[in-house]
């Protein structure tokens, strides 16, 4: 298991950022309540495909905490029963979490799959945190931050539940966002230390200091992000997909800090593109900071000139939280540096 642990751990980070994937096509595709209920859906592991399975029905089988929705409102089965010829209150209790009930057969499947990609990312940190023990006597960080990782997962579990519970309320999926750079953060270290032969870059300080600098700025460009999306998401509400010219014809100020930070991002980034060259320190994923920074001010662009092209919503988020890793990973190694310096100083 000890041989093949970093080949997990990099599995495990690909399982996380298909989880973002697929929690941005539910955020594109208006599908954050195609399940109104968790763990399950509608009551069921796998969701229905037609209203006529969530409709009272006469001589119908039920079971316990299936759902039915019945005067615009979901009915949860006490228990498990037959129904008769006649609907009866009784074998049913009102869902109380909140009083969504509306049944959008496209959208209950989104969100679905999203939790599928959900549980089976949680699966591979399980693995992962399992596997990293035999690392217990060699670094004892690793197998720590794997089973912080499965904490990680279990909150984001929880988080994903009160996003529900509370209709998508802008603040707590931000804190879903946000939870899940920090998983994705955890899983980095780890490949980083899992690493058999690390690269002897160069020390910069202030190299150093404006990579972190970076990685906040990308923090706070995705945190101002998920508020400009909710500030669309309502304005799609009002206007309709029909008139997306008018979604941000007078946004809010959140958008126009979102907008003016981007040219900061690019120019620190550039900053730290010209003087990784210049000084020849090696941090060859600079390069790649700077592509996928080029691609996220383009989808920024389209959507707001080209009226919201399909997918540039998604792909704006997903290249968002990649440009994170890179970053955060490209600190890893500043950082690591560093320390190998401080070290070769101390034996000399």
């Known amino acids: 298991m000890k041989k093949n642990f970093r080949k997990i ?19 594109m595709t208006g599908s954050g309540m195609g399940c109104p209920d968790w763990p399950k859906c509608f009551g069921y592991y796998i969701p229905p495909t037609e209203i006529s399975q969530l409709e009272w029905q006469p001589e119908r089988d039920f079971k316990k905490g299936q759902v039915i929705i019945v005067d615009e409102s979901l009915k949860i089965a006490k ?19 909140h009083d969504y009930a509306i049944f959008n057969p496209s959208h209950t499947w989104v969100e679905y799959i999203n939790r599928l990609f959900g549980a089976l990312a949680g699966f591979g940190t399980l693995i992962l945190a399992f596997a990293s023990i035999s690392y217990w006597k060699k670094n004892k960080w690793i197998p720590i931050l794997a089973w912080l990782t499965i904490f990680g997962m279990g909150f984001q579990a929880w988080l994903g539940a009160t996003v529900v519970y509370s209709l998508l309320a802008p603040v707590r999926i931000t804190l879903h966002m946000v939870m899940a750079l920090v998983i994705v953060a ?18 910069n300080k202030s190299f150093s200091a404006m990579l972190l600098a970076a990685l906040i700025l990308t923090l706070v460009q995705i945190v101002l992000g998920t508020q400009v999306r909710q500030f669309i998401d309502e304005q799609s509400d009002v206007f309709g997909d029909m008139s997306k010219n008018l979604w941000l014809s007078n946004p809010e100020i959140d958008f126009y800090i979102h907008r003016t930070l981007s040219i900061l991002v690019l120019l620190v980034n ?36 080209l009226d919201f092209p399909f997918g540039s919503q998604a792909l704006h988020l997903v290249i968002a939280s990649i440009l994170f890793g890179i970053q955060f990973y490209l600190l890893i190694e500043a950082r690591a540096n560093k320390n190998q310096l401080t070290q070769d100083k101390v034996v000399r």
């Open 186 to 203: 955890f899983i980095l270290i780890i490949i980083y230390q899992t690493k058999e032969r690390k690269e002897r870059l160069k020390f």
């Open 9 to 27: 751990a990099k599995v495990t980070l690909v399982l996380v950022y298909l989880v973002i994937i697929a929690g941005a096509v539910v955020r």
């Open 270 to 305: 550039l900053y730290l593109y010209i003087r990784n060259k210049k000084l020849n320190l090696g941090y060859t994923k600079v390069n790649w900071v700077l592509i996928f920074i080029i691609l996220e001010i383009i989808t920024g662009i389209a959507m707001y000139y």
């Open 79 to 97: 228990e498990d029963f037959t129904t008769g010829d006649k609907y009866s209150e009784s074998h049913w209790e009102t869902y109380t979490k």
